[in-house]
């Protein structure tokens, strides 16, 4: 028989104004208490709704207006739970014994599994790397890996191969801008030279001369394909459904891209490690050096170069930063939390929605939620 939980803290209403004071994030679902302070720069909605919400009972907010939250949005909540409010709710806060009934009333099936906040510890151990345990989750992976937890994960035992599986977002500019740079001068200038001419069939008489003004068009189409690339990518590989029966498919889709929905706020593990990155960089550079002309290729590689730069650093910013509402920053933003925490099948594309458009796969929009 597991050992019963510990028994949760209790805060006087007293103490929950003074750590409001101080500027801490407390909110409440009935009397149950959570510190959301370590997770208002990540809210979807921006900090200063959560801001605007401390010290009050969020149990309506979370059924909506503007949107209901999902279940694993409220398995989210849980992680940041501190304790229990003591004394009566109903003068420290509006509506408390009402909002407790609601939270009974709209989750029950939910409601066992908040008494224990780590609810999924009998499937892995989170003291040893993660990489090794998942593959024998089995038909309960898929489930698993998209219930995210707010926590950093590791992956292997080696401390150095664990180390090279992370790293800190302006790595991506630091490592590759100066190549993207030496790349596209050094193109140009050979475009420049009016050398370059790019062959129409398997014989030489068919050929076309590359000018230098097409830089830029060759360019702007590297960094097109690479948005098409991405969404390929994001949407079929990363977003596989490995058999439940195949330990090596799931411990691959775990490595690749699983980690990230385990653990989304991760920041050690938001923009691709650098080395991971060279060998993915390379093959790309090879591919289109063998398919076109040197300088046409290495043009094409150097706008694609620029398009992963991009990706990364918008990726990085969605989940990290508070765009202004209304603006297209903070409608990726929230396109890609509601990918992460309700619609895996869906909302594929980080730095832009073209792809998403053209193949029916945005975030179906949530109807519009009226106050009772």
Same mark, same amino acid.
């Given at each position: *028989? ?31 208490? +959570? ?74 099936? *939910? ?52 180390? $090279? ?16 740079? +030496? ?63 195949? +330990? ?35 093959? !790309? ?15 094409? !590689?150097?706008?694609?170069? $620029? ?5 990364? *650093? ?39 929605? $073209?792809?998403? +458009? ?15």
């Amino acid at each position: *028989m597991a050992p019963a939980p510990p028994p949760a803290a209790s805060f006087s209403p007293a103490e929950v104004q003074r750590r409001l004071a101080a500027g801490a994030c407390w909110v409440r679902r009935g009397a149950r208490l +959570y510190d959301l302070t370590s997770f208002v720069r990540h809210h979807p909605g921006g900090e200063q709704l959560l801001r605007a919400r401390a010290g009050q009972d969020v149990s309506a907010d979370l059924d909506g207006p503007p949107h209901r939250h999902s279940a694993n949005a409220r398995h989210w909540l849980e992680q940041y739970y501190v304790g229990e409010l003591c004394g009566d709710p109903q003068g420290y806060m509006e509506h408390g014994a009402a909002a407790a009934a609601e939270t009974q009333k709209t989750d029950p099936a *939910m409601e066992p599994r908040f008494k224990v906040v780590d609810w999924e510890k009998d499937l892995v151990d989170w003291q040893k790397p993660l990489l090794w345990q998942v593959g024998h989750l089995g038909e309960k992976y898929d489930e698993w890996v998209h219930q995210p937890v707010a926590r950093p994960i590791r992956l292997f035992h080696s401390d150095f191969i664990e180390a $090279l599986s992370k790293t800190v977002w302006y790595s991506v500019p630091l490592v590759w801008m100066p190549l993207l740079l +030496y790349l596209s001068w050094s193109y140009y200038r050979t475009l420049a030279q009016g050398d370059v001419r790019l062959f129409v069939s398997f014989t030489t008489e068919h050929s076309v001369a590359v000018p230098e003004c097409a830089f830029p068009g060759l360019f702007v189409l590297g960094m097109f394909l690479w948005s098409l690339a991405e969404y390929f990518v994001h949407r079929f590989l990363f977003h596989m459904k490995p058999p439940s029966d195949s +330990y090596y498919l799931i411990t691959l889709h775990f490595f690749m891209h699983g980690q990230h929905h385990k653990a989304p706020f991760d920041d050690s593990r938001l923009v691709v490690p650098p080395v991971p990155a060279a060998v993915i960089v390379a093959f !790309f550079y090879l591919l289109l050096r063998l398919l076109l002309p040197e300088a046409v290729g290495g043009t094409v !590689f150097a706008g694609g170069l $620029l398009g992963y730069v991009l990706y990364d *650093m918008t990726h990085y910013y969605l989940h990290f930063s508070a765009p202004h509402k209304g603006s297209y920053l903070y409608s990726m933003k929230t396109q890609h939390i509601k990918h992460h925490f309700s619609h895996q099948r869906a909302g594929f594309g980080i730095s832009t929605k $073209l792809w998403d +458009y053209i193949f029916h796969t945005l975030v179906p929009e949530e109807p519009h939620l009226k106050t009772q």
